[in-house]
């Protein structure tokens, strides 16, 4: 496995722009916790902490839809740098409105200006392996790479913020994510040579698939389905982080909460890489209804924990069943979406999730102060659950539209070796189909 990951960090400029990737990544898992944190111990509510969380998140969401596609259209290196810039005075615009008790409009406007200004860096940085890679293994290997990255950030993430916020100062987790967003994406800008051509000065070949890459990604047969799905997901991630929160605070050990989150994401990055080292012949989209399912009942023990070690073991092994739902959901938008539209088809189901997150905080933060943290933890089985139904629901549709899609080099090779990454090609997607490798265009 070590000797894979080598190659492919091997390619000219592979380990710059995945490593400057995981930098500017760090602010996705410390923004979200950082803001609960700080607005509810400076005001005591939940609630008004959900409210600013859900804000920043939702901006996100619909930001980074806009800049994706500018980006796929126009080049990373021209947009990304004016994007960190706005990014990291938004988020100290924010951080020094609630230090000086400004009213909850001007804190609100602040941290969505703030979203709507953070970048897709995680989607950035795959489409940078999908133009680098020069074969089907070292493609399937970065994109392995990322995921395990991805569950990093999210391990290391709470962590740190939690540290920071309760040693240090409450803000400080806003303010040393948004440097790490800063330092980041200015690196990564800097990185021309590896970002992929920007479409409007592309001379792709013309063929029969040209209408279908000029529409949105969303408008690709069952990708409505599999962003639904996502909202559900983020459900769970946006509400259970606010309920962990509150049900440390409530137990007297509020710093425990990055520890719990931690271990969350810990569960989720085992199991991910398990769950992509074996070689699974259900299709992708049965997979996805298999998966949810599983994920809806693994939460179920939550609202019955009453401590902190109980909530920590039952928030591990919850944990296990993120990644492999998220491996599912991210194929399948890669098996929906055209080649020249890659970077907008992940940001729609990244968007899905930041849209369920929004809801999940601002929902779980009500609950708490209404009913109490057992009855916030419901919220993520009854999100879990909805994933489930919407995946169950649009079967027909997604088996139809991602078999027989394959997609051509470098955006995304066929192979049949598992991979422990969001890539389709290394899940077989249909046990019946013997369709020869894609050439490369």
Same mark, same amino acid.
């Not at 969380?53 to 796929?72: N, Q, V």
């Not at 708490?368 to 995946?391: C, E, K, N």
């Not at 991602?402 to 899940?427: C, E, F, H, K, Y």
């Given at each position: 496995?070590?000797?894979?990951?080598?190659?492919?960090?091997?390619?000219?400029?592979?380990?710059? !722009?995945?490593?400057?990737?995981?930098?500017?990544?760090?602010?996705?898992?410390?923004?979200?916790?950082?803001?609960?944190?700080?607005?509810?111990?400076?005001?005591?509510?939940?609630?008004?902490?959900?409210?600013?969380?859900?804000?920043?998140?939702?901006?996100?969401?619909?930001?980074?839809?806009?800049?994706?596609?500018?980006?796929?259209?126009?080049?990373?290196?021209?947009?990304?740098?004016?994007?960190?810039?706005? =990014?990291?005075?938004?988020?100290?615009?924010? &951080?020094?409105?609630?230090?000086?008790?400004?009213?909850?409009?001007?804190?609100?406007?602040?941290?969505?200006?703030?979203?709507?200004?953070?970048?897709?860096?995680?989607?950035?940085?795959?489409?940078?392996?999908? =133009?680098?890679?020069?074969?089907?293994?070292? +493609?399937?290997?970065?994109?392995?790479?990322?995921? &395990?990255?991805?569950?990093?950030?999210?391990?290391?993430?709470?962590?740190?913020?939690?540290?920071?916020?309760?040693?240090?100062? +409450?803000?400080?987790?806003?303010?040393?994510?948004?440097?790490?967003?800063?330092?980041?994406?200015?690196? +990564?800008?800097?990185?021309?040579?590896?970002?992929?051509?920007?479409?409007?000065?592309?001379?792709?070949?013309?063929?029969?698939?040209?209408?279908?890459?000029?529409?949105?990604?969303?408008?690709?047969?069952?990708?409505?389905?599999?962003?639904?799905?996502?909202?559900?997901?983020?459900?769970?991630?946006?509400?259970?982080?606010?309920?962990?929160?509150?049900?440390?605070?409530?137990?007297?050990?509020?710093?425990?909460?990055?520890? &719990?989150?931690?271990?969350?994401?810990?569960?989720?990055?085992?199991?991910?890489?398990?769950?992509?080292?074996?070689?699974?012949?259900?299709?992708?989209?049965?997979?996805?209804?298999?998966?949810?399912?599983?994920?809806?009942?693994?939460?179920?023990?939550?609202?019955?924990?009453?401590?902190?070690?109980?909530?920590?073991?039952?928030?591990?092994?919850?944990?296990?069943?993120?990644?492999?739902?998220?491996?599912?959901?991210?194929?399948?938008?890669?098996?929906?979406?055209?080649?020249?539209?890659?970077?907008?088809?992940?940001?729609?189901? =990244?968007?899905?999730?930041?849209?369920?997150?929004?809801?999940?905080?601002?929902?779980?933060?009500?609950?708490?102060?209404?009913?109490?943290?057992?009855?916030? !933890?419901?919220?993520?089985?009854?999100?879990?659950?909805?994933?489930?139904?919407?995946?169950?629901?649009?079967?027909?549709?997604?088996?139809?539209?991602?078999?027989?899609?394959?997609?051509?080099?470098?955006?995304?090779?066929?192979?049949?070796?598992?991979?422990?990454?969001?890539?389709?090609?290394?899940?077989?997607?249909?046990?019946?189909?013997?369709?020869?490798?894609?050439?490369?265009?």
């Amino acid at each position: 496995m070590l000797t894979t990951y080598r190659r492919a960090l091997a390619l000219p400029g592979a380990w710059q !722009f995945s490593a400057t990737g995981f930098v500017a990544r760090l602010p996705m898992a410390m923004d979200s916790l950082g803001i609960v944190l700080l607005i509810s111990a400076r005001t005591g509510s939940y609630a008004q902490a959900g409210v600013l969380a859900a804000a920043f998140t939702m901006a996100a969401a619909g930001g980074a839809l806009l800049t994706s596609r500018s980006m796929d259209r126009l080049g990373q290196g021209r947009l990304l740098p004016p994007l960190v810039m706005a =990014n990291t005075a938004l988020l100290l615009a924010f &951080v020094t409105a609630v230090h000086f008790d400004a009213a909850f409009a001007i804190q609100l406007a602040t941290v969505a200006l703030a979203g709507a200004t953070q970048p897709a860096i995680g989607s950035m940085v795959r489409a940078r392996w999908a =133009n680098a890679a020069p074969d089907a293994d070292r +493609l399937r290997s970065g994109f392995a790479l990322e995921s &395990v990255v991805d569950e990093l950030v999210f391990t290391m993430g709470p962590l740190l913020t939690a540290f920071l916020a309760f040693q240090v100062g +409450l803000a400080t987790p806003l303010i040393v994510a948004a440097c790490f967003g800063l330092v980041g994406g200015l690196l +990564l800008a800097l990185q021309r040579s590896t970002q992929p051509a920007p479409s409007g000065r592309r001379t792709a070949k013309v063929d029969a698939d040209t209408t279908r890459r000029d529409r949105s990604a969303l408008a690709q047969p069952g990708m409505i389905y599999v962003v639904i799905a996502a909202v559900g997901v983020g459900g769970v991630f946006g509400s259970y982080e606010v309920a962990v929160v509150a049900f440390a605070q409530e137990a007297g050990r509020s710093g425990a909460s990055g520890l &719990v989150l931690g271990l969350w994401a810990l569960g989720s990055m085992l199991a991910g890489i398990v769950f992509g080292s074996r070689h699974w012949r259900r299709p992708l989209a049965q997979q996805l209804v298999i998966l949810t399912g599983i994920m809806a009942l693994v939460m179920v023990p939550a609202p019955f924990v009453h401590t902190i070690p109980m909530l920590t073991v039952t928030t591990f092994f919850a944990g296990m069943a993120v990644a492999p739902s998220l491996i599912a959901a991210f194929s399948l938008t890669e098996r929906l979406v055209p080649a020249a539209l890659l970077t907008e088809g992940l940001t729609w189901a =990244n968007s899905g999730l930041a849209i369920g997150f929004a809801a999940g905080t601002t929902l779980s933060g009500a609950i708490v102060d209404a009913h109490g943290t057992s009855w916030a !933890f419901v919220l993520p089985i009854v999100s879990a659950a909805t994933s489930f139904a919407v995946a169950a629901l649009g079967q027909p549709i997604l088996r139809r539209a991602s078999i027989g899609r394959p997609q051509p080099l470098p955006a995304i090779a066929w192979v049949n070796d598992p991979m422990p990454g969001p890539t389709p090609g290394g899940i077989i997607d249909d046990p019946d189909r013997h369709e020869p490798k894609p050439e490369a265009s």
